[in-house]
């Protein structure tokens, strides 16, 4: 394992836009590798990131397209097939 990596299991606190009770698994986030969503939440960049006073990592964006994002993650995370059925994929929010 690589210590400059976080762990699966790891759970990440996140502060989207001020929305502040968001608790995933760092697995949720990375399991698109070579994404800039597992980039960022690989464990290898946690120091760095701004973080709020509480110590939860924020995001900037809006926390209910963000939670549409957590939540087709989640979806997907639990088929075993990791396929998503359309009507439940996030629509673009631009253009």
Request: hydrophobic share 35%; aromatic share 8%.
């Amino acid at each position: 394992t690589n210590p400059a990596m976080g762990s699966d299991n790891d759970i990440i606190q996140l502060n989207v836009g001020g929305r502040t009770n968001i608790a995933v698994l760092r697995n949720l986030l990375t399991q698109f590798e070579g994404s800039m969503l597992a980039a960022k939440f690989s464990g290898r960049w946690d120091d760095s990131m701004e973080k709020d006073r509480d110590g939860n990592i924020f995001v900037d964006q809006d926390p209910e397209n963000f939670m549409l994002l957590i939540n087709y993650l989640r979806m997907r995370m639990n088929n075993q097939l990791k396929r998503v059925p359309n009507v439940h994929r996030p629509k673009p929010t631009y253009k």
